[in-house]
């Protein structure tokens, strides 16, 4: 079954406005949560990741917040810009799984200029 | 420099043949990945070799052989293609240490089509 539950399917964000992508799991085991991002022709890259020692974690425009007892994880975009217009995956992995990461199915992002 | 990189870039094919996909990284990573990504972009993880072994294999068709000659090249061969198969083939790699906090860097894909 999907390991990793991320939500919604599309986003259409204004630009400037802010972007909200959610992802749930179940295994608390897991101890390892990055983002990719993927453009259009190109493979995913790490955008940003956390684990789950810290609630929050920001890069620039881009923060995750996590919430262990939820078992819940998102990624906020703030000011978000037409160059932000993406497939974004969340993720899920832990130590003792040879490295093997649990993806979500992907959100695509389109932001509107 | 290409960190990771897969040849061919686009295979057309017709049902039945037998193809193969190649993959390279300079990263100087000992573990390599293969994922398919399907028309809806699921990444779904194929398999993963750690220093030439095997140590993910998922439920894939016998039809895909992976084969790693050595840590930095890991290929897919694909026996009696089938239609089911056509999707984006991305070859990743990192490093693996004993914890999962390893970034992996995804090759540009090979975008499969089968006729």
């Known amino acids: 079954q999907q390991q990793v539950k991320q939500s919604p399917q599309s986003l259409i964000v204004q630009k400037g406005g802010i972007s909200i992508i959610n992802c749930a799991y179940e295994n608390t085991a897991f101890d390892y949560f990055p983002w990719y991002q993927q453009f259009p022709g190109k493979g995913p890259a790490l955008l940003i990741a956390?684990?789950?020692?810290?609630s929050e974690k920001k890069e620039g425009r881009f923060t995750i917040s996590f919430n262990k007892s939820a078992k819940q994880f998102s990624l906020h975009i703030m000011d978000s810009q037409p160059g932000d217009s993406a497939t974004y995956f969340c993720a899920a992995g832990r130590g003792s799984t040879l490295g093997r990461l649990y993806f979500g199915r992907g959100t695509q992002l389109t932001v509107w200029p | 420099d290409t960190a990771v990189s897969q040849t061919p870039k686009y295979l057309v094919t017709q049902m039945g043949n037998d193809k193969s996909i190649k993959c390279e990284q300079n990263?100087?990573?000992?573990?390599m990945y293969w994922y398919k990504q399907d028309s809806k972009k699921f990444l779904k993880i194929m398999f993963s070799?750690?220093?030439?072994?095997?140590?993910i294999n998922e439920t894939v068709p016998n039809r895909f052989s992976p084969k790693s000659p050595d840590k930095a090249h890991l290929n897919l061969h694909i026996n009696s293609l089938e239609l089911g198969d056509s999707a984006v083939y991305f070859c990743a790699s990192s490093i693996l240490d004993g914890s999962s906090y390893n970034e992996q860097f995804f090759g540009p894909g090979t975008r499969l089509t089968v006729l």
């Open positions: 990263l100087g990573h000992d573990t």
């Open positions: 956390i684990r789950p020692d810290v």
């Open positions: 070799y750690n220093n030439k072994e095997l140590i």
